[in-house]
Each structure stands twice: as C-alpha cells, then as structure tokens.
C-alpha cells in the first residue's frame, strides 16, 4: 500500500494550527474529528494552547509524539516550518491546505517547490497545497475544514465508492449530492494545487483497497501515466470528469498530427483504451457510480426495454443507440411468452411495452421482466415508468429486484415523474439496489458506462510484429531517408529516389513504369502541397519540364521521383509526445486531414485490440469495407503497418512527431505515400492545453 492511505486509513492525525477560535478552520477541523467518531489519536497543534476542544493540545508535531497524518492550517509564510516539523516527526502524509501557492503567480509557486523539495527529501507525501482535505466514510476520519460537515443533516455513509478531485469546493459538493442521493462513499480526497499527490494518484491507491470497489474523479488534468495504468489494472470500475475539453487557441501544428492529436483526443484515447468511462458533468458522474455501486456487471452491450409507456420506450431505444449499445433482438419463444402476458394493445417487440394496464394488474410488470431478464440475447435490462404512485412502489420494487437476482444482469429503472407522487420510491429502489434515474436517456448512459467500464481490458503490451533491429530515425527528417528508415522495419513504400536534373527525372518516371509523382525537396517543409511541390500523374516527356518547375520554389534542394500507386482510402499514422508518453494518432489522411478532423488517438505501448478500436472510431473506417462497389481494403495490412509504426516510436528523436500522411489502403496492402518528422513541443500551460499539456 502507498502513503496516501493514510488520507483514509490513518490511525493519528495532527491538525497543524489548531485554533482556539470557535469556526476558524483550525477549530472546524478539530470538532469535526470528533463529531464524526473517529477513533485514532486526534492532535491539535498550537504554539501556546494547552487543549483545543476538550482535547490536549501540543506546541509541535514532534512534542506530539508524531501522526500519520497532519492537516496544515497556518498561513502561506508559516507552512515551510509547518512541513520541516511534520518531516522531523516521521508523518507520511501532510495536507497543505493553506492557500498562497503556485495559484498566486511565480514566486507562490517557487515557494511551493521548496515544500515538496522538502518533504521529499523526508520521504514524505504532499497534498496540496490549496486544498480542502480529505475524508474516510468507515471510521469518521474527517481530515478537512469544508463546510459539508458542518452540515446539520450530514451524515457519513460508509459504502464502496472512492472518490478524488482536484478542486476542494467542486469535490465536497459533489460529495455533497452524493450524500443526498444515499450513496455510500469510501473516501473522499481533494488536491489542490497537486504539487505533489494527484487526484488520479489518490484515485489508484484507493483501487487497490478491497473494501472500494469502484472509482470516480474530478480531475483538471492527466499527467499520471503510471497512476493511470496502475487505476486501469485494478479491473476496478471507474470514471473520471476531465476538466477542460475547449482550448483557448489551436497552436500552429508543424505536422498534420500536431494538429490531430489535441489534449482532449488523447484524454478521450487513452481513457478508452484502459477501460475507464469519460463524463461530462457531476450529474453524470454521479449517475454513473450508482450503476456502478448497485447494479449487477453486463455480459454484452444488448439493451432490454421494458416500458409502461410508448414514448419512454421511444426515447430509449434512441438513447440506446446514440451510446453505443444495442437492441436486443428477443427470441421466438420470448416473444410466445410476451404474448400471454402484454395487452393486445401493447407490444411485445423492443421496446416491451405493457401500457398502462400495470395500473391495475400489479403483476404485469413481473411477468413480462421476468420473461426478457431470462432470455439469453439479453444482456441489460431497462424498465421505464412515467407516473409512479405510492401504491404501486411494492409491487413494482420487488419485481425489479428479483429480475436482477434471478438473472444476475443488470437492471435499471427509468422514473419519470415527481417525488412526492411516490415518496419512498427513490429509497426503497435503492434499498434493493436499483439504480434508478429521472429520464430513459439517462437510464442508458449509465447502462452504457456500466457496459463500457466492465469489457476487458488486454494486456499493454506491444502487438505481435517482429521488428529487426532498425537504425534511428535519420537526424534530417527528409523524406525519402525517413522512408528508406520505414522499409528498414517491413513498411510499405513506393519506389524512387532523389533526382538532380531533368533528364535524370525523365529517366526514373521510366524506370517507375512511365507514371510518377514528383515532389519537391525543401528541408524543413511540412506540407508540400501548399507550395505546389507535388505533381502527379508525370511522364517522360512532362518530367523534364516538371523538375524545372519544382527547383524553382524557394529553397529546393531537389526532387523526389517515385512510382505513382493507385488510388485507395486515405489515411494518416502519426506519433507525437505527450505527458503520458508517446501517442499514437490515426485517422483521415491526405490534403483534407485537418478540415476532416476525423481521428482518434492511443498511448504507446498499443495492442492489436487498441489499433482496431481506434480505426472503429474514426468515421473514414467505413470505406475500408468497400462503397458503392469498390472492393474492400486490406485492414488487416494497414494494422499491422500501424503496430510497426508503434514499433519504432522508441526510436525518435525526443519532442519530434512522426507524421505519414497519405497512407494509401487498398485491396492488396497498405503503403506510406508521405513522411515527415518534425519538432513537436507540447505546449505547457492550462490556457493552451487545460488537460494534460
């Protein structure tokens, strides 16, 4: 276990400029300890005061014997000594939530450096600064000011769900809703300033705790590759809002995939690839860990409906297909025994629809969910309400629960209508663990998340391509080296080379096959095609008066020859550095790339699972299987030319983005057109990457 379970686990807290001044938050600290039950060692710090609270108070951490933890309340210009004394006490871990930091400007954040250089150098762990504390659900350890536990109806429910945000006020509200909604939390850790511990690092730590059994977070950026591959390995069910999807201005890239692969793809990428479930709010987050605390695991993403109204079932349905799901096709015999049970007026087919009948037949709701949570073409069942009155709520509870029993899928229920027409809906639903939500659509997107956090995640290890060894990625970056270095490792190029004069032009198109394409040689630019320094379709007699042309743009030092391939689907596979490694980017390619703006990205290292998964996303993979008559391409060659590509990453120069663009698929392979290798620096402030750059 890491040191950051002391945040929850510890068995002695200090709370570090303990007041004597009823609602400092050095008191609040104090009381709520106290109020909340903890049981361990509670030690109020403070330079003169001999109790604090009823509690015996003590000068220093180290007068106090040490804590595991300490919550640090003092001002900015005291926390410096603060952390010398918690280091000197042997605490591992210290909560800074003094503000005055990094967030102040440069010389906040020199100081901040200097209290993380320190408590490192202790072997200790870092929280903040700028933050609100933290919070273990079991045992009342409230190590925190925030106001939430000052609630008069505040109430800590112990429960499986860890929970961290990088925001104090954002995260204890969220805990807030939570609270009100009765879900049961296992920690609560907010960051701050994360000068030290992150949220996503806190996240993974709780992962490995066997009383948390799923994960949700607050994050404002995803800088943590080992944390998250750690998060990802727990198999443990998680989702993560990720602040920041807009930028304040695109950068000027230097390649197509500088271009393609912004921080939010990457996030969005690699948040697939592990298997972690993407929100867009705090109500979906929520949403989402109700179906993850109270619902039964999917074996498939085939999506049940069972509705007592038509237009529940409608909206459904449509919801089901917008997340990715499926309907379920029902079975003849399903459907046979629907047919016993639904009004003629009714449906059978999904969405089921048993109408308003269930109004006086309490048990028409059973039957017919007992009939489609049996079939074995079901994987999730969904049930609709509109008008759910106190009368029916029995009835109607224990029929979902022992569907979701029976079956051992998942059920939840959509209820469309006011709390006060059934007040003790809403309890005695989650009581039987029914996730339950206020519309159908909401219903799916946590079915979808339930779906999308339970597949399997393969093993990050790279695709099985045999690569023999292969020299560095040539230092001047022109294209016909890089593609001399891509044929090196097995990758598909055209012929030709670099000419020096018109009749030694004339003489490669003919050596090529009497059809070229010639191309400009201009060290250091990107896109050749916005000088006009690529022709195709050139012969022998055009190729003289076609080199003079291309020497002719500023700079050109030659001319590439190559054959002329035939048309196929267009392509892009590029490579750029992140803070989470080497990305990998695929999508649209050719002189549209940027205006298509049709890819998706994922970490280094990449399994065949994850190349395929990314081409799925990308709308352009649907001329891969042929359209209007063409036949289909060879996906399988172009996989296998991508795992090649993820091969070689190793070897490229640091800060430098590997762009091939076009990469032509067509029935008989997959073959680079062009090749560029240019710096790539991402950029290193909130307002130009809020995510992760």
Not at 247 to 268: E, I, K, M, N
Not at 547 to 562: P, S
Not at 672 to 692: G, K, Y
Request: charged share 20%; net charge negative; glycine share 10%.
């Amino acid at each position: 276990m890491g040191a950051l379970r002391a945040l929850w686990a510890a068995h002695s807290v200090a709370v570090v400029g303990a007041s004597t001044r009823a609602g400092h938050p050095g008191r609040l600290a104090v009381e709520f300890l106290l109020h909340y039950g903890y049981s361990g060692r509670i030690l109020p710090i403070h330079p003169t005061a001999s109790e604090i609270a009823g509690v015996p108070a003590y000068p220093s951490v180290q007068a106090a014997g040490g804590a595991e933890l300490a919550l640090i309340l003092v001002p900015a210009a005291a926390v410096e000594a603060a952390v010398d004394d918690c280091a000197a006490a042997g605490v591992r871990v210290a909560i800074v939530g003094s503000s005055g930091f990094a967030e102040t400007g440069a010389e906040g954040r020199a100081a901040q450096d200097r209290l993380v250089a320190r408590a490192r150098a202790a072997g200790m762990r870092l929280v903040g600064p700028n933050c609100i504390g933290a919070a273990g659900f079991a045992n009342g350890l409230v190590a925190s000011f925030s106001p939430l536990f000052s609630g008069a109806q505040t109430t800590l429910t112990p429960g499986g769900i860890g929970f961290a945000s990088a925001s104090g006020a954002l995260g204890f509200g969220t805990v807030s809703l939570a609270l009100e909604r009765g879900m049961g939390l296992f920690a609560a850790v907010s960051t701050g300033n994360e000068a030290d511990a992150t949220a996503l690092e806190a996240l993974a730590e709780m992962a490995a705790e066997a009383e948390c059994t799923a994960l949700l977070g607050y994050l404002e950026s995803l800088r943590d590759p080992r944390a998250l591959r750690a998060l990802a390995a727990s198999g443990k069910p998680t989702a993560l809002l990720v602040a920041g999807r807009t930028r304040a201005g695109a950068r000027a890239a230097a390649s197509h995939t500088g271009a393609l692969a912004t921080a939010d793809r990457v996030v969005d990428g690699a948040l697939r690839q592990f298997g972690i479930v993407r929100v867009s709010d705090v109500d979906e987050l929520l949403d989402v860990g109700d179906a993850f605390a109270l619902a039964n695991r999917p074996a498939g993403p085939r999506v049940a409906i069972v509705t007592t109204s038509g237009g529940s079932g409608i909206l459904a349905a449509d919801a089901v297909a917008q997340h990715g799901l499926t309907l379920a096709t029902l079975s003849p015999s399903t459907l046979d025994n629907l047919k016993e049970v639904v009004p003629a007026y009714g449906s059978v087919a999904n969405p089921v629809d048993v109408t308003a009948t269930v109004m006086r037949d309490r048990t028409l709701v059973a039957r017919a969910l007992t009939t489609v949570a049996a079939d074995p073409g079901v994987d999730i069942v969904l049930v609709c309400f509109c008008v759910l009155t106190g009368a029916d709520v029995d009835a109607i509870v224990t029929a979902l629960a022992d569907a979701a029993r029976d079956s051992g899928k998942p059920v939840l229920a959509a209820r469309t209508g006011a709390d006060h027409l059934a007040p003790s809906a809403a309890a005695a639903l989650r009581a039987a663990r029914i996730p339950t939500y206020p519309t159908p659509a909401r219903a799916v997107q946590a079915a979808a998340a339930l779906y999308q956090a339970g597949r399997s995640r393969p093993d990050a290890r790279p695709g099985q391509v045999s690569l023999d060894p292969v020299p560095p990625a040539p230092g001047g970056g022109q294209e016909a080296e890089l593609k001399d270095w891509l044929a090196r490792a097995g990758i598909r190029v055209p012929r030709g080379r670099v000419v020096h004069g018109p009749a030694e032009a004339a003489d490669a198109v003919r050596e090529y096959g009497g059809l070229a394409v010639l191309k400009v040689v201009v060290p250091g630019l990107a896109h050749k095609t916005e000088v006009g320094g690529v022709t195709l379709g050139v012969t022998p007699e055009t190729a003289a008066d076609t080199y003079r042309r291309l020497r002719g743009i500023d700079g050109a030092t030659g001319v590439l020859v190559e054959e002329q391939v035939g048309p196929g689907v267009e392509l892009l596979v590029g490579i750029t550095p992140s803070p989470l490694g080497p990305v990998l980017t695929i999508g649209a390619g050719g002189v549209l790339t940027e205006v298509l703006d049709d890819a998706a990205s994922r970490i280094l290292p990449v399994t065949e699972h994850d190349v395929r998964d990314a081409l799925a996303q990308t709308r352009v993979a649907r001329l891969l299987a042929g359209h209007r008559g063409q036949p289909p391409a060879d996906v399988d060659a172009f996989v296998d030319l991508v795992l090649r590509v993820a091969g070689l990453a190793a070897g490229l120069p640091p800060a430098t983005a590997l762009d091939l663009n076009p990469v032509v698929v067509r029935p008989d392979g997959a073959m680079v057109l062009d090749a560029a290798l240019s710096a790539h620096e991402p950029s290193t402030t909130p307002e130009e990457d809020p995510q992760c750059w």
